[in-house]
């Protein structure tokens, strides 16, 4: 479900360091699911998305891992840069569910 | 391209006075239209979604409401706010309930 009413859980790492942001989602029927990223005052901006038949997606600098068995989503960020600072944030999606559910967020911070 | 457009950027609003939101998608059509609800540094919580004109769901018991009059504008109106309405207030839309969505630039609502 949704974790609107938790605050935010922080994640500090040294820049260069690579970075792993956990999320467990909550509707195991859920076959569709998305990274954001918030900067502060910004609205989410979309990283890297992944759907239920892979387990694994790359793009540029971040890695995405899918465990469908115990409902976890990982955000991998490698060599981490002080300009990823902010907040992440996973969503799931379901077939026939005309709605995205955020999870809580994570804040990360980058340490010069 | 496709653009989202979300104002005003910030609005202060006495207790008990009325509240209308705007958001517009260009160069798209029949989007996924959702407003979400962000308190301080917490998660998002979807308010309302809508898959087409006249067509809203509520997600949440509140003194809200949304309202679609167009198949690109999303309008989140209330008739007297409350304390508790301050946040800020993203409208975001997506092509399909499959893919990821896009976001404005958000409304920061103080309620006073």
């Known amino acids: 479900g949704e974790n609107v009413g938790l605050h935010l859980p922080t994640l500090s790492v040294q820049e260069g360091d690579n970075s792993i942001i956990n999320c467990a989602y909550s509707?195991?029927?859920?076959?569709?699911f998305i990274w954001y990223k918030q900067e502060s005052g910004k609205g989410p901006q979309f990283i890297i998305d992944?759907?239920?038949?892979?387990d694994k997606r790359q793009g540029q600098r971040v890695t995405v891992l899918l465990n469908k068995t115990v409902k976890h989503l990982s955000l991998q960020i490698a060599a981490t840069q002080p300009g990823d600072s902010a907040v992440y944030f996973c969503?799931?999606?379901?077939?026939?569910?005309?709605?995205?559910?955020f999870g809580a967020g994570t804040r990360l911070f980058v340490k010069a | 391209s496709q653009t989202i457009h979300q104002w005003p950027a910030t609005l202060v609003q006495p207790v008990g006075s009325p509240l209308s939101l705007e958001c517009t998608v260009e160069g798209t059509s029949n989007p996924n239209l959702y407003w979400y609800r962000q308190a301080a540094g917490r998660g998002l919580q979807l308010l309302f979604y809508?898959?087409?004109?006249?067509?809203i769901s509520s997600e949440v018991p509140q003194n809200l409401s949304a309202s679609r009059p167009q198949d690109r504008q999303f309008i989140l109106s209330s008739k007297k706010l409350l304390l508790s309405d301050s946040g800020f207030y993203l409208c975001?839309?997506?092509?399909?309930?499959?893919?990821?969505?896009?976001f404005g630039q958000g409304t920061r609502l103080t309620v006073v």
């Open positions: 975001a839309w997506s092509p399909r309930t499959d893919t990821e969505a896009f």
């Open positions: 809508s898959v087409g004109i006249g067509q």
């Open positions: 992944i759907r239920s038949n892979m």
């Open positions: 969503a799931e999606n379901w077939a026939g569910g005309f709605k995205t559910i």
């Open positions: 509707n195991s029927a859920s076959d569709y």
